[in-house]
């Protein structure tokens, strides 16, 4: 297999030099933990005291890190990227809404989203969080086995509701529908939901994807079941592979509460656990699309084998790469110059509302062994390449 991914000047072909220093400075931040630690801390406190904060985060991590304030100006950064062959996906990373009126905004939200891509061939997916469209601890309550009240049944009919309108449009306008994945003790309801929609609205094609978090051990088991189902009932799966976003977390809660941890025991089981589901779904591409979300060069490369081991064209509909915005440019920008199909994340919202998603980043990247090394190595390389 061709390594393709130490090509800088196809990586930040996009980048200004200005915009490169910027990225430069930033992953030098967040190589600093204690650093990411205190600069959470203060910008939290800057944001909730109504400090006059925002016009530094914008010009910063924001604009790094997402697209705009709204869909307009996402549209500037994905015509940029379509030009390099890389698609958009709108990410409207507003999440853990609590009361109606803002759970309400957000399903308005993906509606209008889905309306404003319809047409638009750089943006063939949106994305929602299930904590957008309901209570997390609505989720939980459900996922753990609780019976709900009056009010409650009220209320996650309102959730399904939100999911069946959203999803129905994607399927009636042909835009695919990324549901993302959350914390284990309330993903099962979401899960069941997502199943549902996959049932109604994936017939003929894959339209909803569902997220598999491969961080936890069991998700190969749970594919496998959704995939008797999927043959049974005569519908397609479509499916978001990750490695997750929430292991920390995850862990410190078994920890507390005294159960097994659904995380795997290692980076290396989890890297295996990763690469076993994208080996299942090519294998099953009869009956599954694959959406592969990684940072990771081996797996990607092990994809782009299976793939001509299988003599899957590149561009074949079935099979996507992705990464977010602002990270692994190497990744995405010369899988697209080899013909694949490959997709950025590109959040967009208020700033102090996608602060949530932009700590969240900073963390995810101090924290995951070689990530923001491997960043600065390419920056540095297309730093001297350009002899800034």
């Not at 005569?234 to 990750?242: A, C, L, R, S």
Request: with cysteine.
């Amino acid at each position: 297999m061709k390594e393709i991914f130490e090509d800088t000047a196809t990586a930040f072909a996009l980048k200004t030099d200005s915009e490169l220093e910027r990225a430069y400075f930033l992953f030098k931040l967040i190589a600093n933990e204690p650093l990411v630690k205190i600069g959470t801390a203060v910008t939290n406190f800057a944001i909730k005291a109504h400090l006059p904060v925002e016009k530094l985060i914008r010009a910063s991590v924001f604009d790094h890190f997402c697209g705009g304030v709204n869909e307009e100006e996402c549209l500037v950064v994905a015509d940029k990227m379509f030009e390099k062959g890389v698609s958009t996906i709108l990410d409207y990373s507003v999440e853990g809404q609590e009361v109606e009126n803002q759970l309400d905004s957000c399903y308005e939200k993906a509606l209008k989203t889905l309306d404003f891509v319809k047409e638009y061939a750089a943006i063939p997916f949106i994305v929602f969080k299930p904590t957008g469209f309901g209570r997390f601890k609505l989720y939980q309550k459900i996922t753990e086995g609780h019976s709900l009240n009056k009010d409650e049944q009220e209320e996650w009919q309102r959730v399904v509701n939100r999911y069946d309108k959203v999803c129905k449009k994607a399927h009636d306008l042909e835009v695919s529908i990324l549901i993302d994945g959350e914390e284990s003790w309330m993903q099962g309801a979401a899960d069941e939901l997502a199943e549902a929609m996959m049932r109604k609205y994936n017939k003929k094609k894959a339209i909803v994807f569902n997220t598999l978090q491969t961080y936890r051990w069991d998700r190969l088991d749970y594919l496998k079941r959704l995939h008797k189902d999927a043959l049974e009932n005569n519908y397609f799966i479509g499916m978001k592979v990750v490695r997750g976003a929430y292991m920390e977390k995850e862990n410190d809660r078994a920890g507390e509460k005294g159960y097994p941890s659904p995380i795997c025991e290692s980076k290396k089981a989890t890297d295996e656990n990763f690469d076993n589901v994208v080996a299942y779904m090519v294998e099953n591409l009869d009956t599954m699309s694959l959406f592969a979300g990684t940072h990771n060069e081996i797996s990607s490369y092990r994809l782009m084998e299976l793939m001509e081991a299988g003599n899957i064209e590149h561009n074949d509909p079935r099979i996507w790469f992705g990464q977010l915005y602002g990270m692994s440019d190497h990744i995405s920008f010369n899988l697209a110059k080899e013909g694949y199909n490959v997709a950025k994340y590109l959040p967009f919202g208020p700033v102090k509302d996608v602060m949530p998603y932009l700590i969240r980043r900073a963390e995810e990247n101090t924290s995951v062994a070689g990530q923001t090394s491997r960043e600065l190595t390419l920056l540095k390389k297309e730093r001297k390449r350009r002899k800034i």
